[in-house]
């Protein structure tokens, strides 16, 4: 309730989930790199443009880790590889700082158009604030692209599954380290319920609605834009991490 009137949940027709599309992995000069990096650039970048022209909203992920964790061969804080690549962060965006709690909004989308969550396994659903946002957010097909796909991608799905939500991958934007693995991978979630889609037949889409009821159009002029500095995340439980260069919550 807000000033006497009942808040109406709202449900989105389409939210994207980003999965690490970080430096380590679609730079070919990363720690980890996708099979064929370079070319994961042109496919990515048509979802990220298809995303921003029809107000999509995105839940990315940031893998992180510290130099004394058991296998830190990538997304080490303070790293450049750990970065974001750039044209994946938007400038309406919020950072939510890991911390094992389940003190998060799911209204969070009322504001932002991007929420990016630490990650410290290949099961984003191990940070509690993710899992509460993604399970109660309501959202009528989730997609998701990013890497690893014979990994992360793969429990995620799986994950979102589980919960009873609509998935659709974006095959030919998921990048992998593993050809046939990630083959296997994609066979196996798509045997479990969810759809393939290529990013020729999401740039088709339209969003049928821009959800007024009074939600916010998602205009990058209407926020101070706000950039995530990778390199500020200071060690903590679950990637956890403050700076003043970064807007966060929880």
């Given at each position: 309730m807000q000033n006497g009137k009942k808040t109406v949940r709202l449900t989105y027709p389409y939210a994207l989930i980003d999965l690490n599309t970080q430096g380590d992995f679609f730079s070919p000069d990363g720690a980890t790199p996708v099979v064929f990096a370079e070319g994961m650039r042109p496919p990515l970048r048509r979802v990220i443009a298809w995303m921003k022209r029809n107000h999509v909203?995105?839940?990315s992920t940031m893998q992180t880790f510290r130099c004394r964790d058991v296998q830190p061969d990538r997304c080490i804080a303070g790293t450049p590889g750990q970065s974001k690549v750039d044209y994946t962060v938007l400038p309406n965006h919020i950072f939510v700082a890991g911390d094992n709690t389940l003190a998060i909004s799911t209204d969070l989308f009322?504001?932002?158009?991007q929420v990016i969550f630490p990650q410290r396994s290949q099961d984003l659903f191990a940070n509690p604030k993710a899992d509460r946002f993604l399970t109660q957010v309501r959202v009528d097909e989730f997609l998701v692209f990013g890497?690893?796909?014979?990994q992360d991608v793969k429990t995620?799905?799986?994950g979102l599954l589980a919960r009873a939500k609509k998935v659709s991958v974006i095959t030919d934007a998921c990048g992998c380290w593993n050809q046939m693995e990630a083959d296997l991978a994609t066979r196996q979630v798509q045997a479990k319920g969810a759809n393939i889609l290529t990013v020729d037949e999401l740039v088709q889409r339209r969003v049928r609605t821009r959800w007024s009821n009074g939600q916010p159009r998602f205009v990058a002029e209407q926020k101070t834009p706000t950039i995530v500095e990778p390199h500020f995340l200071q060690p903590g439980t679950n990637g956890s991490g403050s700076s003043d260069a970064m807007r966060?919550?929880?």
């Open positions: 909203p995105v839940v009322r504001q932002y158009q890497a690893v796909c014979e995620v799905v799986l966060q919550t929880g």
